[in-house]
């Protein structure tokens, strides 16, 4: 802090304080409001500040309980978003103390009347070796003193955003040294805004300078939901060597600036240069004489394009953005996902040639690496639908449980409830009749069917046993209809045995079965839901209430699909698999290809061209490892060695909270299909992470612990749904525990301890 301990800074003396104190941001306004540009008047609430919050607050500690849960290299995304989020909601419970919020009340009286904008102005943030633009978070139109305070506290959580986190190291955050300057302007809206690059950042060795315009505020650009008008000029001279129309759905535009703005923008960006010593970016409303800056940082060029956060950072599509992807994801993408998927489930690859199958295989293969870029590209997005919908939840109701919103995005008729619905009617099928419940435990079904065509043969007796048909038809649809899946390139619509073990298990256990939901935190009736709703409606506010309902529908929609396009992408790669399969079979009975082992959908081109070519020779898997033995669950070479010393035992492994509940049980880690065959009700599921192919496992276990986290990944989603207490984001744990170790699953503070529990609870493993 300036001497005397000084919290609030009036903007036109930011530009002579250090930067420590008030920020680049704050600074660099400063500088320009001295020099007579025309800035919107406010003042900068200081470091000192910040630093009194969190301390007086006791956030330096949640901070460092999210960042220490496990090394921040082994994160994915949807983790860091987690952590961020309960470090957002940290942040906006903790009120500001009277000594902070008394002097921002006063600073703010002297202001002109209207509307500020809260802006981010951390230390660093836009400094010349780089700036971090859009990283921090910003709040415009605020109105009132309330709800000043609480925008301050945004800005001041977004120095631990998903955002900034990803720039961890290159921002140099640290609970004990990182600040966060916050500015405070007279909000200015106009009817053209935009950035202006003193030096195209794309090639800034070229003499060139780019302009963009839109419509309205800046922040519309910014944020991506505007596509801006763009000029490109000759630095030196200022000539217009180009202007491209922003995409804004209007016929033949015009341009938003005419050319004496644009000449006007070109010299204001060379003034600013000669002030500031660095080529600017400046953001600006106005034009004419009601030119107005907002801000002015170092033009930076784009990180790598091998740097995966740029990508990262695409997933936090603005509003406009989501409900596109929301009506192309669901009424297009999606149907079309499903179609082709089952149009490859009723081609006859048996009844083709060898040439028709290499044809199908190079179709399937084409379709699979062309919805993997869609993935990518459109349905990984569309998943912000549900970060957004929690951040808007959190912000307005505030409530102790970070995943509260949850409950009112669960409960959708996702394909995996559904299949677990049908897991639980065959279950109740055998129940009614203790004749097909006999049959199900004789040896030669129970030891006799490993593959479709053995069930085939077995299952030619059910006729004869009251309800035999019915239950026959029943499960072949469920494996055609549920099953179409792969799980470590293994068709599991060929393996009737891992789910008619899992039949036996809910249809006996003393009767209890499984209900088809089990709840989660969606217990309760329809009017839980619908007062929940009314309870968020009403924290928003009426003047925002259809902009909430809309969020909390795509909400609802991104939850459902995010699940949903997992598991449809699951079966567009076993139709590829079981063409690859085919094709091996073949060349395996020509004596072109080794026999032994299942042959990876990798493979695909590799087996295509060989049916191509009857006489070419032996097939030549190039890349090892192409080749995956089948084997037990201890033989694969794809599996996780056991931890090197049994005798050393973790105590307590802190992971990510992702499904409420508590639980002890006993272990089994999933590595193989043999090891769904070994598992049983009531274990706790350790697993890498629960893919579609794993959650007709769900309904057997007592608790989920996997590797990796998260709380929209499938296995979080799933076992919320069922109601089932799930811990993720544990490195090794598969390596870690053991089959029968006792743990104790805690889903409410994300902890798994190992052992004897030191308080009574029932162990549900042990029933």
Known sequence: MAAGGQLIVPLGEAGDAPEDLVGGKARGLGRLLAAGYQVPGGFCIATGAYERFIREAGLGDAIQLELGRKSFTEMRWEEIWDAALRIRLAFLRSPIPPELADPIRQAHAHLPSGPVAVRSSAPGEDGIRGTFAGLHESVTDVRDGRSLL?????????????????????????????????????????????????????????????????????????SGAVDPDR?????????????????????????????????????????????????????????????????????????????????????????????????????????????????FAADELRAMDDPELAEAILVRHEAHDRWKRIYREEFIPFAHGVRRFGQYYNDAVRPTDPYEFVRLLENQPMFASLRNDALAHLAEHVRREPSLAGWLERPEVVEGITRRDSWKMVAAELPGIPGGEAFRHAFEEFLDEHMNLTYQDEPLDDRPDLILNIVRQLATDGGEGLPPTRGGYAEGSGDDVQSREERFLTAVGPERREEALEVLQIGRLSWRLRDDDNILMGRLRNQLQHAVALAAQRLEGAGRLPSGG??????????????????????????????????GSRGSAE????????????????????????????????????????????????????????????????????????????????????????????????????????????????????????????RKGER
């Not at 089932?724 to 805690?746: A, K, S």
């Open 150 to 222: 609480n925008a301050v506290r945004v800005v001041w959580a977004s120095l631990w955003s998903d955002a900034a986190l990803l720039y961890r190291r290159e921002l140099g955050l640290d609970v004990d040294r990182s600040r966060m300057a916050v500015i405070v302007q007279e909000f200015v809206e106009k009817p053209v805004s935009g950035v202006a690059f003193g030096r195209d950042p794309r090639s800034p060795e070229e003499d060139r300078q780019i302009l963009e315009a839109v419509p309205g505020l800046c922040e519309d650009m910014v």
């Open 231 to 343: 000029w490109t000029l000759e630095r030196s001279s200022g000539k217009v060597l180009h202007w491209r129309p922003g995409q804004r759905g209007q016929g033949d535009p015009e341009p938003l600036l005419v050319p004496e703005d644009v000449a006007s923008l070109h010299e204001t960006v060379l003034s600013v240069e000669t002030l500031l010593g660095y080529p600017p970016d400046i953001e600006w409303t106005g034009r004419g004489a009601e030119l107005t800056l907002l801000q002015a940082r170092p033009v930076t060029s784009p990180a790598k394009r091998d740097d995966e956060r740029r990508w990262y950072l695409s997933l936090r599509p603005g509003s406009g953005r989501l409900s596109d992807l929301a009506e192309r994801v669901a009424y297009e993408l999606i149907p079309a996902l499903e179609a082709e998927g089952k149009g």
């Open 598 to 631: 299942r042959v990876k959908s990798s493979a695909a081109e590799t087996l295509a061209e060989a049916l191509r070519n009857p006489d070419g020779g032996p097939v030549r898997l190039e890349e090892p490892g192409k080749m995956a033995v089948s084997g």
């Open 639 to 762: 599996m996780s060695e056991h931890r090197e010393d049994p005798g050393i035992t973790p105590r307590q492994l802190v992971g990510q909270p992702a499904a409420r509940g508590l639980v002890t049980g006993k272990v089994r880690v999933i590595r193989s299909t043999e090891d769904f065959q070994a598992f049983r009700k009531d274990e706790i599921l350790v697993c890498d992470a629960i893919q579609p192919t794993m959650t007709h496992l769900v309904p057997l276990a007592s608790a989920i612990v996997e590797r990796r986290g998260g709380m929209l990944i499938h296995g979080a989603i799933i076992a919320r749904e069922l109601g089932v207490p799930c811990v993720n984001g544990l490195p090794n744990v598969t390596d870690l525990l053991q089959d029968g170790e006792l743990v104790t699953v805690d889903g409410h503070l994300g902890v798994v301890t190992v052992g004897p529990p030191e308080f009574d609870l029932e």
